[in-house]
């Protein structure tokens, strides 16, 4: 196998994303960081190369063990990164969302304020 190998290709391989198609839009997008800087598609990635890669709205931080172009199985796969993602705050501390019934409207002056206020941007 090569040194190097594509960044959108490895992450295809080792099924962070579906399609390679998508892998692409998702580094032109700057969903995709290597060792700390946006990266771009046909970005040469080696072992040792950390990915922050932004994957339904959490990133998830990968280590390059081993750079592998083709798709191969999941177990496979599995072997050629080490993934460093912490694990998600239990859902006891997640923040409060603001939930207006069906066919309230629009929220008053009041509302949006007290909404604002639970969001933290007062």
Same mark, same amino acid.
């Given at each position: ?6 960044? @959108?290709?490895? *992450? ?7 399609? %390679?198609?998508? +892998?692409?839009? !998702?580094?032109? #997008? ?28 959490? @990133?998830?931080? *990968? ?7 083709? %798709?191969?199985? +999941?177990?496979? !796969?599995?072997? #050629? ?42």
């Amino acid at each position: 196998m090569s040194d190097s190998v594509r960044v @959108d290709a490895w *992450l295809w391989a080792i099924r962070v994303y579906k399609t %390679r198609s998508a +892998a692409t839009t !998702a580094c032109r #997008a700057g969903h995709v960081r290597v060792n700390g800087s946006h990266a771009k598609a046909a970005q040469a990635i080696r072992p040792g190369d950390e990915l922050r890669v932004r994957v339904n709205g959490f @990133d998830r931080i *990968l280590v390059v063990r081993q750079p592998i172009a083709k %798709r191969v199985g +999941a177990a496979v !796969a599995a072997t #050629a990164f080490d993934d460093r993602t912490p694990p998600p705050p239990p859902r006891e501390f997640a923040g409060v969302v603001a939930v207006r019934d069906r066919g309230a409207g629009r929220p008053t002056k009041r509302e949006r304020r007290d909404i604002d206020r639970l969001r933290g941007r007062e």
